[in-house]
Structures are given as structure tokens and as C-alpha cells.
């Protein structure tokens, strides 16, 4: 179980750090130096931190009520990102990766639900 642990901790930290690193890359085509972008990533990663235990209950109760989007929404804004990522000559293979993700989803009629709903793509129950 350790083991378990130490591996998905280290998803979670390259996860984290690589959506860091997309958005600096993004806003440094801006002239926004990183340690400007690190202070407001460390409150958007507190701020999504805090939602951690309420997708934990959905994903536990295997239910994923739109209690604040849906994925719908989020592949909206997904979209937009690697629209603005691509205007800004910036690598999209990130952000393209998790809208296929979430389309795929959307397309088992997922779309209507909240965002923990792609626990299913990560375990493969399409």
C-alpha cells in the first residue's frame, strides 16, 4: 500500500507541476516572469485543493451531480486554452490530452455531469 501511495502522490505532484509549467510558458509569450505566476498558482492550487474532498464523496458515491459545472463547461474552457496555448506558439499536447479525455466522456454521455466523472476515463470504464 505504501507503494501505492508513493506513486500516486507522485501523479498528483507531476500533475501539478506540469499544468504550472504550461501556464508559465503561457504567460511568460506575455512578459510575465514565473515567480510573478508562482503567487497566483499557489492560490489557485490551494483553491482547488479545497474541492479534493467533496469530488472524493462523488467518486466514492460513484454519483457526479453538477454542483459547480459541468464537463461540458470544463471542455469549453479546456478548448480555449489550447486555442490560446496554439495563438501563443505554446505546446498543446497537455491540455489536448485531458479535453480527449474529457470528450470522450461527453461522448458516453457524461457531459452533463461534474468534472470527478473522468475518474471513469482514468480507470478505463468507458
Known amino acids: 500500500m505504501a507503494s501505492l501511495y508513493d506513486v500516486a502522490g507522485l501523479a498528483m505532484m507531476w500533475s501539478v507541476l506540469n ?18 505566476y508562482a503567487t497566483f498558482a499557489r492560490q489557485m492550487a490551494a483553491g482547488v485543493a479545497d474541492w479534493l474532498p467533496g469530488y472524493a464523496e462523488q467518486i466514492d458515491a460513484d454519483s457526479f451531480p453538477p454542483e459547480v459545472a459541468t464537463l461540458e463547461t470544463d471542455a469549453r474552457a479546456m478548448a480555449h486554452l489550447t486555442e490560446e496555448s496554439e495563438a501563443a506558439g505554446i505546446n498543446t499536447e497537455l491540455p489536448k490530452l485531458i479535453k480527449a479525455m474529457a470528450d470522450r466522456a461527453i461522448a458516453a454521455g457524461h457531459g452533463g455531469e461534474q468534472y470527478p466523472v473522468l475518474i471513469g476515463e482514468f480507470m478505463q470504464r468507458r
Do not use: E
Open 19 to 36: 499544468a504550472w509549467l504550461q501556464g508559465t510558458a503561457l504567460l511568460k509569450t506575455a512578459g510575465v516572469d514565473a515567480a510573478t
